[in-house]
């Protein structure tokens, strides 16, 4: 049993930037870890996920403003968040999947994100 929890959630203005992380109670060297995000009204959708390999997966409308990297060593996945719109504000979810085991994914409990002057 794996937990993740993330951290770095809250306030932003527009264009600005904000950083979150997520860590794992576990090792997660063989899982693809992510981001998914949700919006009040509206279903959880992919933000950004990497591999054990560092090949990164983006949403088309995120790409060139979001970041996604991670930290084996430290059990962590960072999400570099900038340009920021009140539409990137949600509840941000950590994700990992086993790629060896099927079905074995986990989730964390999501931090809230506002974007508003």
């Known amino acids: 049993q794996v937990q993740l929890v993330e951290s770095g959630g809250g306030l932003v203005q527009p264009g600005g930037s904000l950083r979150l992380s997520c860590v794992a109670s576990g090792t997660i060297v063989s899982y693809v870890v992510g981001w998914y995000r949700q919006a009040p009204g509206n279903q959880r959708e992919l933000v950004a996920t990497i591999t054990s390999s560092g090949r990164t997966n983006y949403a088309d409308s995120l790409k060139g403003r979001f970041t996604i990297s991670r930290d084996f060593a430290k059990r962590t996945v960072y999400l570099q968040m900038n340009t920021m719109n009140p539409e990137d504000a949600a509840v941000y979810y950590c994700?990992?999947?086993?790629?060896?085991?099927?079905?074995?994914?986990?989730w964390g409990q999501g931090t809230q994100v506002t974007v508003s002057s």
């Open positions: 994700y990992a999947r086993s790629q060896i085991t099927p079905g074995l994914e986990y």
